[in-house]
């Protein structure tokens, strides 16, 4: 499991939203978590079920902040991202 906080700037965001989703999901990183400041008022995405040969994973929860993102599998599973952590 991976879990990224995205950084200011277009250029961060395009490489933690964009770059680094591909190369986890080509690499079979089950679960990519990405705590995101900068999507509205701020969003927790967990990715899961990666298709290495596509570079893409096929199942992904976006829940604003306020929302707990649980982790669907994994040594994670059932741990919840909530307000406690995002609001940080």
């Known amino acids: 499991m991976v879990v990224e906080v995205t950084s200011p700037g277009h250029r961060n965001l395009q490489r933690d939203r964009v770059r680094k989703r591909r ?7 089950p679960v990519y978590v990405i705590v995101d400041d900068f999507d509205d008022d701020g ?8 298709d290495p040969k596509k570079a893409r994973y096929t199942d ?29």
């Open 23 to 29: 190369e986890y999901a080509r690499a079979g990183i």
């Open 43 to 50: 969003a927790v995405v967990v990715l899961t079920s990666p």
């Open 60 to 88: 992904e929860h976006r829940v604003p902040y306020g929302t707990d993102a649980v982790i669907p599998e994994g040594p994670a599973k059932g741990f919840a991202v909530g307000k406690a952590i995002v609001a940080s």
